[in-house]
C-alpha cells in the first residue's frame, strides 16, 4: 500500500520562502503525476501545482504561478513545492497527492494524499 509523507511547512513572515517536501513510499513513484492542493478553514480543497511523472510538464494555479515552483526527484522518490514571496492569503495546511492520470488539477479521483503540512503566513 502506497503512502504519502508531507512535510516542510511552519510560520514565515510574508514575503518569506519554504519548501515543502512529499516523500513517497510503497508506489512505483515515477508513473505517477504529483500535486500540491491546499486547503484553507471553511473553504475548499483548491489546486496548487501538478508536474508529471518524470517531471517534462508542471501546471500551477494563477494565484501562485511565478511564486512556487514543483519539482520532483524520482531517485528519491520525493516531490517538492518551493514557494517564495508568500502572501498572507497563502496560509492553508498543504497536502501532497498522486494520480495515475495527467493533467492534475482536481482533487478528485487521486490515488494517495499525504497527511498535511501547515503553512501559515504572518502578515
Known amino acids: 500500500q502506497g503512502q504519502l509523507a508531507d512535510s516542510g511547512g511552519g510560520l514565515v513572515q510574508a514575503g518569506g520562502s519554504l519548501r515543502l517536501s512529499c516523500a513517497a513510499s510503497?508506489?512505483?513513484?515515477?508513473?505517477?503525476?504529483m500535486g500540491w492542493f491546499r486547503q484553507a478553514p471553511g473553504k475548499e480543497r483548491d489546486f496548487v501545482a501538478s508536474?508529471?511523472?518524470?517531471?517534462?510538464?508542471?501546471e500551477y494555479a494563477d494565484s501562485v504561478r511565478g511564486r512556487f515552483t514543483i519539482s520532483r526527484d524520482n531517485a528519491k522518490n520525493t516531490a517538492y513545492l518551493q514557494m517564495n514571496s508568500l502572501k498572507p492569503e497563502d496560509t492553508a495546511l498543504y497536502y501532497c497527492?498522486?494520480?495515475?492520470?495527467?493533467?492534475?488539477?482536481?482533487?478528485?479521483?487521486?490515488?494517495?494524499w499525504g497527511q498535511g503540512t501547515q503553512v501559515t503566513v504572518s502578515s
Open positions: 510503497g508506489v512505483a513513484f515515477d508513473r505517477y503525476t
Open positions: 497527492a498522486a494520480a495515475n492520470f495527467y493533467p492534475l488539477n482536481r482533487p478528485r479521483g487521486l490515488s494517495y
Open positions: 508536474i508529471s511523472g518524470r517531471g517534462r510538464l508542471t
